[in-house]
Nanobody, 114 residues
């Protein structure tokens, strides 16, 4: 099982980014997937999750209305569209199968700063 996150970068407050997570080593379409993030000096926290067929999504209160999780099962890829970014969204973002102890990928750094 492997996850490769990408799409992070430096963006000004109010800006947008789209993260991607390429998954391999398992049947992607059978699993719910989640995004997590870890800010400097803080514990890793849940951001959003999506069911295997995209019928159900759930968000942390801190990102609700600004972030959108989606997936493309044909491409084994998970996405996170992040709009109206705030400095407090600065973190390394990771993906993983929901409710598992999969090894974390390298993550992708998102920095929101003017």
């Amino acid at each position: 099982v492997q996850f490769v996150e990408s799409g992070g970068g430096l963006v000004q407050p109010g800006g947008s980014l789209r993260l991607s997570c390429a998954a391999s080593g398992f049947t992607f379409s059978l699993y719910d997937m989640s995004w997590y993030r870890q800010a400097p000096g803080k514990e890793r926290e849940f951001v959003a999750r999506i069911s295997s067929l995209s019928s159900v999504t759930y968000y942390a209160d801190s990102v609700k209305g600004r972030f959108t999780i989606s997936r493309d099962n044909a491409k084994n890829t998970l996405y996170l569209q992040m709009n109206s970014l705030k400095p407090e969204d600065t973190a390394v973002y990771y993906c993983r199968r929901t409710g598992t102890n999969d090894t974390w990928g390298q993550g992708t750094q998102v920095t929101v700063s003017s």
